[in-house]
């Protein structure tokens, strides 16, 4: 919300400036007027065609036998291939499959029409005209009016005084006109004296407009991106250029001017081999001649002075080979850690973030902003069967955070084999594993070659049908070699032997309830009880290398958060209390649906081991007590939805608090507040506001505020006015180091031109 606008739609590019703007708006018309009249007129059954068979309906009907011709008069209507045919008077001919229809002419296919005074059409070749026609498309609310609209070929289009647009009335906001035009579908299309209207009014004029009329990605200019920045970055302009290579790839190129930086050039390159191969690869350069001074600390401190060098590169690939085998890259790299930071308001990475893969092509898994702690490149290979999975990566970080990255492990490469839990031959036991080898690699500190593998038996009972009780038993042996040039009096090789042994108890007990309500007429109340017993004994950590993997990780339940590493001797209980609240919900027609409009849970660890503990002289005092954690869901209401997640400590207070709060009402006002507080580390709150001021006026506002240092993060205040065909709205936004203004302006059915 601070100011950035995604325009460009991943299945479907736009063109900029006032002739490409026309040709994409006059393609989209056609192909949407192409899907009404192409579809013979009306059917069901009756009268026997050539093609088909037609019924017919109307006050007055007589047949010509020796012409073969049919003649219907008063409310005529004819149904013909799922179409229908309407009009005062038709006459049908039986040998050439012509239809003539007159007076209040309608040829109506779902909810697409095409009206005019008189519609001729040919049901055997399909093709035909409307006088003085008007066609209305309805997914996207597009009209086309012309004194004729002529399908000539199967695939060619003929339009006298042509005009599209999708504002409804008489009078429209805007429209683009011509005299006539000409169109072959798959191929191109010429208007002329084309013009741009608002309220009749023309604004702009071409005398002849050619314009692709295709279904498939088309190249071309993109709309641009356009900024103003009043401390960091001056103007910005880029203007990207879409190329279709083939129907399997495309690539686009960005060339962006910023006025304190220089020009910044940066090509999408991304292709689609058939359903199991998929790529997106991006780069981009800048000589950056902004002088920089920051001297906050040791890790964030530079001094800049003239042009430096910068870049970024991300390649991502899958290729699935089957379901159960695929391998994937996510590649990325920039050139400095300050990339981020001094690029947040607009990058690649920022337009195509998305937290799901829903789409192959924006999928980026971070947010590129300047609060972005690590960038991981990994590369993996995954394969499965009916009960084991192989999978091997090789991972790459970097920590902006840290002064060096030399310090940070990689693993080069990660191999883990897993046994998912199944019956161990023909016993009541359940068995399970889990191995992992990592090379860990780094420059200062240790590195060298780790292997864990930890076998599981389980054997669940069944108590009485109301409760489960599960006893384990987990065995972790653990072998490392170091390779790193330190030379310290610790073993470079060794190995270490640990056991758990656990025991879990289990429930789920529910109840209905009868409610008087207009649409709530029961409901459920769950009760989700578990308790859990870990030990795992005292272990030697000498020699153990400071990669040692399994760091702050029991190995059983999360329900025992206890800190340290799988070495740690540990005798603890874990609970954990989940209650839910589920209604049964009436809608408006009567059928039925479920709702959890209410989750709360509870979990804690005590640790025996600590409780026993003799505190000596100095030591810390005993805490057997871990946090407890707090999970809260509230919907009530699709007004109303409540999340929070808390994490409490009996001796140092509340060490974590993340709470939402979403309300909105019918007619489009919301309101969100987050509260973020992670102990020792951010308090932060955030505010979000729309109100619809009126019919025609939305505000919006966005604050963002650093509790902990006292210090503006975001404010964001907006203004839009939309009518039912366009928009245009205005934002100013105010960062801790820079002012933004942003404008935008939308037509519907064209996309939407933006700045900042």
Same mark, same amino acid.
């Given at each position: 919300?601070?100011?950035?606008?995604?325009?460009?739609?991943?299945?479907?590019?736009? /063109?900029?400036?006032?002739?490409?703007?026309?040709?994409?708006?006059?393609?989209?018309?056609?192909?949407?007027?192409?899907?009404?009249?192409?579809? #013979?007129?009306?059917?069901?059954?009756?009268? #026997?065609?050539?093609?088909?068979?037609?019924?017919?309906?109307?006050?007055?009907?007589?047949?010509?036998?020796?012409?073969? $011709? /049919?003649?219907?008069?008063?409310?005529?209507?004819?149904?013909?291939?799922?179409?229908?045919?309407?009009?005062?008077?038709?006459?049908?001919?039986? &040998?050439?499959? $012509?239809?003539?229809?007159?007076?209040?002419?309608?040829?109506?296919?779902?909810?697409?029409?095409?009206?005019?005074?008189?519609?001729?059409?040919?049901?055997?070749?399909?093709?035909?005209?409307? /006088?003085?026609?008007?066609?209305?498309?309805?997914?996207?609310?597009?009209?086309?009016?012309?004194?004729?609209?002529?399908?000539?070929?199967?695939?060619?289009?003929?339009?006298?005084? #042509?005009?599209?647009? =999708?504002?409804?009335?008489?009078? #429209?906001?805007?429209?683009?006109?011509?005299?006539?035009?000409?169109?072959?579908?798959?191929?191109?299309?010429?208007?002329?004296?084309?013009?741009?209207?608002?309220?009749?009014?023309?604004?702009?004029?071409?005398?002849?407009?050619?314009?692709?009329? !295709?279904? !498939?990605?088309?190249?071309?200019?993109?709309?641009?991106?356009?900024?103003?920045?009043?401390?960091?970055?001056?103007? @910005?302009?880029?203007?990207?250029?879409?190329?279709?290579?083939?129907?399997?790839?495309?690539?686009?190129?960005?060339?962006? /001017?910023?006025?304190?930086?220089?020009?910044?050039?940066?090509?999408?390159?991304?292709?689609?081999?058939?359903? &199991?191969?998929?790529? =997106? %690869?991006?780069?981009?350069?800048?000589?950056?001649?902004?002088?920089?001074?920051?001297?906050? *600390?040791?890790?964030?401190?530079?001094?800049?002075?003239?042009?430096?060098?910068?870049?970024?590169?991300?390649?991502?690939?899958?290729? +699935?080979?089957?379901?159960?085998?695929?391998?994937? =890259?996510?590649?990325?790299?920039?050139? +400095?850690?300050?990339? %981020?930071?001094?690029?947040?308001?607009?990058?690649?990475?920022?337009?195509?973030?998305?937290?799901?893969?829903?789409?192959?092509?924006?999928?980026?898994?971070?947010?590129?902003?300047?609060?972005?702690?690590?960038?991981?490149?990994?590369?993996?290979?995954?394969?499965?069967?009916?009960?084991?999975?192989?999978?091997?990566?090789?991972?790459?970080?970097?920590?902006?955070?840290?002064?060096?990255?030399?310090?940070?492990?990689?693993?080069?490469?990660?191999?883990?084999?897993?046994?998912?839990?199944?019956?161990?031959?023909?016993?009541?036991?359940?068995?399970?594993?889990?191995?992992?080898?990592?090379?860990?690699?780094?420059?200062?500190?240790?590195?060298?070659?780790?292997?864990?593998?930890?076998?599981?038996?389980?054997?669940?009972? @069944?108590?009485?049908?109301?409760?489960?009780?599960?006893?384990?038993?987990?065995?972790?042996?653990?072998?490392?070699?170091?390779? *790193?040039?330190?030379? +310290?009096?610790?073993? &470079?090789?060794?190995?270490?032997?640990?056991?758990?042994?656990? $025991?879990?108890?289990?429930?789920?007990?529910?109840?209905?309830?009868?409610?008087?309500?207009?649409?709530?007429?029961?409901?459920?109340?769950?009760?989700?009880?578990?308790?859990?017993?870990?030990?795992?004994?005292?272990?030697?950590?000498?020699?153990?290398?400071?990669?040692?993997?399994?760091?702050?990780?029991?190995?059983?339940?999360?329900?025992?958060?206890?800190?340290?590493?799988?070495?740690?001797?540990?005798?603890?209980?874990?609970?954990?209390? =989940?209650?839910?609240?589920?209604?049964?919900?009436?809608?408006?027609?009567?059928?039925?649906?479920?709702?959890?409009?209410?989750?709360?849970?509870?979990?804690?660890?005590? +640790?025996?081991?600590?409780?026993?503990?003799?505190? !000596?002289?100095?030591?810390?005092?005993?805490?057997?007590?871990?946090?407890?954690?707090?999970?809260?869901?509230?919907?009530?209401?699709?007004?109303?939805?409540?999340?929070?997640?808390?994490?409490?400590?009996?001796?140092?207070?509340?060490?974590?608090?993340?709470?939402?709060?979403?309300?909105? *009402?019918?007619?489009?006002?919301?309101?969100?507040?987050?509260?973020?507080?992670? $102990?020792?580390?951010?308090?932060?709150?955030?505010?979000?506001?729309?109100?619809?001021?009126?019919?025609?006026?939305?505000?919006?506002?966005?604050?963002?505020?650093?509790?902990?240092?006292?210090?503006?993060?975001?404010?964001?205040?907006?203004?839009?006015?939309?009518?039912?065909?366009?928009?245009?709205?205005?934002?100013?936004?105010?960062?801790?180091?820079?002012?933004?203004?942003?404008?935008?302006?939308?037509?519907?059915?064209?996309?939407?031109?933006?700045?900042?």
């Amino acid at each position: 919300m601070n100011g950035r606008n995604h325009f460009i739609e991943e299945n479907e590019k736009r /063109y900029f400036l006032f002739s490409r703007t026309l040709k994409a708006c006059l393609s989209i018309f056609f192909l949407s007027l192409m899907m009404i009249i192409s579809c #013979p007129p009306a059917s069901s059954a009756e009268v #026997p065609t050539q093609e088909s068979s037609v019924q017919i309906e109307a006050d007055r009907m007589d047949y010509d036998s020796v012409r073969e $011709v /049919y003649h219907a008069q008063g409310r005529v209507k004819i149904i013909y291939s799922g179409a229908a045919l309407s009009a005062d008077e038709v006459e049908l001919d039986n &040998k050439s499959n $012509v239809a003539t229809a007159q007076g209040n002419a309608s040829l109506k296919m779902e909810e697409d029409t095409l009206r005019g005074e008189k519609i001729i059409y040919n049901m055997e070749d399909k093709t035909g005209a409307a /006088y003085q026609a008007d066609a209305f498309y309805s997914r996207n609310n597009f009209y086309v009016r012309g004194d004729k609209i002529e399908k000539t070929g199967e695939s060619t289009y003929f339009i006298q005084q #042509p005009c599209a647009t =999708t504002c409804d009335g008489d009078n #429209p906001d805007w429209q683009i006109a011509g005299s006539e035009m000409k169109v072959t579908m798959e191929g191109y299309g010429l208007m002329k004296d084309a013009r741009f209207l608002t309220r009749g009014f023309p604004l702009l004029y071409s005398p002849y407009l050619p314009f692709p009329a !295709k279904t !498939k990605r088309q190249t071309g200019l993109l709309l641009p991106h356009v900024a103003y920045s009043r401390d960091k970055d001056g103007m @910005d302009i880029e203007l990207p250029f879409f190329w279709a290579i083939s129907p399997q790839m495309d690539a686009t190129f960005y060339q962006r /001017y910023i006025e304190k930086r220089g020009f910044k050039e940066g090509a999408e390159f991304r292709y689609y081999l058939g359903e &199991k191969s998929v790529g =997106t %690869f991006y780069g981009d350069y800048i000589e950056d001649t902004r002088n920089v001074t920051e001297t906050d *600390d040791a890790a964030t401190s530079r001094n800049w002075q003239g042009a430096h060098r910068r870049w970024s590169y991300y390649f991502n690939h899958q290729t +699935d080979f089957d379901s159960q085998f695929y391998v994937r =890259t996510d590649l990325k790299k920039v050139s +400095d850690k300050w990339y %981020f930071k001094d690029f947040s308001a607009h990058n690649f990475y920022l337009e195509n973030y998305a937290d799901s893969a829903e789409d192959n092509f924006k999928n980026v898994s971070f947010k590129g902003n300047k609060s972005l702690r690590y960038l991981e490149s990994s590369a993996r290979v995954y394969k499965g069967w009916s009960n084991i999975n192989l999978t091997g990566v090789v991972n790459y970080t970097e920590d902006f955070a840290a002064d060096r990255n030399d310090r940070t492990l990689q693993k080069y490469p990660e191999m883990g084999l897993t046994g998912v839990k199944q019956p161990l031959l023909r016993t009541p036991l359940f068995y399970e594993f889990a191995g992992i080898y990592d090379y860990l690699s780094r420059e200062e500190g240790d590195a060298g070659h780790f292997v864990d593998f930890t076998p599981t038996l389980s054997l669940p009972i @069944d108590l009485y049908g109301y409760l489960k009780l599960t006893p384990q038993f987990a065995f972790k042996e653990t072998f490392w070699s170091r390779d *790193d040039d330190r030379n +310290d009096s610790q073993d &470079k090789s060794n190995d270490r032997a640990v056991y758990n042994a656990s $025991v879990s108890l289990s429930s789920q007990l529910s109840r209905i309830f009868d409610v008087t309500g207009d649409n709530w007429k029961k409901i459920r109340h769950e009760v989700k009880p578990e308790i859990i017993y870990s030990y795992i004994p005292n272990v030697s950590t000498d020699q153990v290398p400071d990669y040692y993997l399994p760091a702050a990780s029991p190995f059983v339940s999360p329900i025992i958060p206890l800190s340290g590493n799988a070495l740690d001797e540990q005798s603890a209980i874990g609970w954990s209390l =989940t209650n839910t609240l589920t209604a049964r919900v009436k809608d408006a027609d009567g059928a039925h649906s479920y709702l959890e409009f209410m989750r709360l849970k509870l979990f804690q660890a005590y +640790d025996i081991h600590e409780a026993g503990r003799e505190a !000596k002289g100095d030591e810390e005092e005993r805490k057997p007590f871990s946090d407890l954690g707090i999970e809260f869901d509230l919907s009530p209401h699709k007004y109303i939805f409540l999340k929070s997640r808390n994490r409490y400590n009996f001796y140092d207070n509340w060490k974590q608090n993340n709470i939402d709060l979403h309300l909105k *009402d019918s007619r489009g006002d919301a309101f969100v507040v987050a509260y973020r507080y992670t $102990v020792d580390s951010l308090e932060e709150i955030h505010f979000g506001l729309k109100a619809v001021l009126n019919k025609y006026f939305d505000g919006t506002f966005v604050s963002k505020y650093d509790l902990a240092n006292s210090r503006r993060i975001e404010n964001t205040l907006g203004l839009v006015y939309h009518k039912q065909c366009w928009s245009m709205g205005v934002d100013v936004t105010e960062t801790d180091d820079d002012v933004r203004f942003s404008f935008r302006i939308s037509l519907a059915g064209l996309g939407k031109a933006s700045g900042q």
